[in-house]
């Protein structure tokens, strides 16, 4: 993480970080009226909105990166194809070296590599069988796509929250229970892109690793929920799975991981809840080699966290999966490494998750019957 990003995610009040970030006051003023102006215009409908005839379902957040959106689609998509739903991801695809619309997986094969679709993308379409993974600059374009082409009946939108062009019928925010506000500024002072107030647009607030949370901050974040949308929040914890190899085609089970010596090498925006879930599996982390959200490893990144495992003594070189798909073959066959395979397992809201997303589909029913009302 850069200096910038960790006084993002630190709530220190400290003289020197304050003074740190006094320059960039202006610009967060700036950019608080934009985002402002911009929620206006399309409040009052003065920026066009698309429908689509398929039910759209949103997964979003205030933060940038790291508030567990990955997991959170994961786990919806999952149940709407549990529904017989034809499910669609549309995806920004960040990180990619493509940036046109561009179909990342059918439903029966992935069809593109991680550095052309990118890597939250392929990760999806990678454990959702059956589910079409979409990319592209503008959701309406590939919502399209997805619905005539092909015959998807249910959207969802990874990280939707602001791209407000194309209408939902649910939005779904996701909040990092341990830390969601990081120091509760806009950008570029802090890590939000849209104040708090912007939770009233919600349909229902998601709570993630709510285990790693500070439990008066949780009845503090409950009380918001509630507040902002009047649903009680889904919780939800990053449970493990499985360790897998680095090809992530061979189970090592999560004990493989119990006592030994680890360096966790991550592309993550908040590696730290990374470093926490492989330390419950009862793991030394002795060592890490972090980089920026998205990252795209090189052979020098890669040689560097095999010395200093060398030099720490580690058994192990763990990574995350969104980190793994990234990864070349040649290095996916290190003996050393593996992979953290990771759910969100709900701990409480499932019910209100579960009418949320019935009533989704059934206004996109209605629209697509032609009967709107």
Known sequence: MSALEQAWWTHSTSLGQRLALAPLLPFELAFRGVVALRGLAFDRRWL????????????????????????????????????????????????????????????????????????????????????????????????????????????????????RALARDLDVVVLDAANPFGNGHLLPVGPNREPHSALGRAGLVWLSRVDQADPGRLERLRALALDCTGKQPVESRHAPLDLLDGTLTGSRGLAAARGKRVLLLSGLARPGAFRRTVEGLGAEVVAERRHPDHHRFTAADLDDARAAADQARA??????????????????????????????????????????????????DRRRAGNPH
């Open 315 to 364: 058994d192990l070189i763990l990574t995350t999966e969104k980190d793994a798909v990234k990864l070349p073959p040649e290095v996916a066959a290190e003996p050393r490494l593996a992979v953290v395979r990771i759910e969100a397992e709900i701990l409480a809201g499932e019910a209100a998750l579960e009418a949320a997303l019935g009533a989704a589909l059934f206004a996109g």
């Open 48 to 163: 066009g909105v698309s429908e689509s005839s398929a039910a759209v379902i949103s997964v979003g957040n205030l933060a940038v990166g790291g508030a567990g959106k990955t997991p959170v689609t994961l786990a919806i998509a999952t149940r709407l194809a549990a529904r017989g739903r034809r499910v669609a991801v549309l995806s920004r695809g960040y990180g990619a070296t493509r940036a046109d619309a561009r179909l990342v997986a059918d439903g029966e094969r992935v069809l593109l590599t991680a550095e052309q679709g990118g890597d939250e993308p392929v990760l999806l379409a990678r454990r959702l069988p059956g589910v079409l993974v979409l990319c592209g600059p503008r959701r309406a374009e590939l919502a399209a796509t997805a619905t005539s082409r092909h015959g998807a009946n249910a959207l969802l939108l990874d990280d939707g929250f602001q791209h």
